[in-house]
């Protein structure tokens, strides 16, 4: 098993900036992908960011040039930057762990303010 440990969400206003931070038990590079999902209320879950093995990311369109998604090998951690956010990015957000099998965190409450 995998245990991710989700941490760095909140209340921002619009336009402000949150950086969301997910520690893994394993070693990361031995994920195909690690990346972020988010779902709101009513709706489904969807990918936000990932970022493979090889270090290449995909981003979901809405939010193209305003997150990024990073890694720290060494601890064991990715991250998603978050800029410029807008009220439609209220979510909980989770990390994805993908192997054979998927592992989730527990997810972080991101709510944007108007």
């Not at 193209?64 to 979510?91: C, H, V, W």
């Amino acid at each position: 098993q995998v245990q991710l440990v989700e941490s760095g969400g909140g209340l921002v206003q619009s336009g402000g900036s949150l950086r969301l931070s997910c520690a893994a038990s394993r070693n990361i590079d031995s994920a195909y992908a690690m990346g972020w999902y988010r779902q709101a209320p009513g709706k489904q879950r969807e990918l936000v960011a990932s970022i493979t093995r090889g270090g290449n990311t995909n981003y979901l369109d809405s939010v193209k040039g305003r997150f990024a998604i990073s890694r720290d090998i060494g601890k064991n951690t990715i991250y998603l930057q978050m800029n410029g956010l807008k009220p439609e990015d209220t979510a909980v957000y989770y990390c994805n762990y993908q192997t054979a099998k998927n592992f989730w965190g527990q997810g972080t409450q991101v709510t944007v303010s108007s």
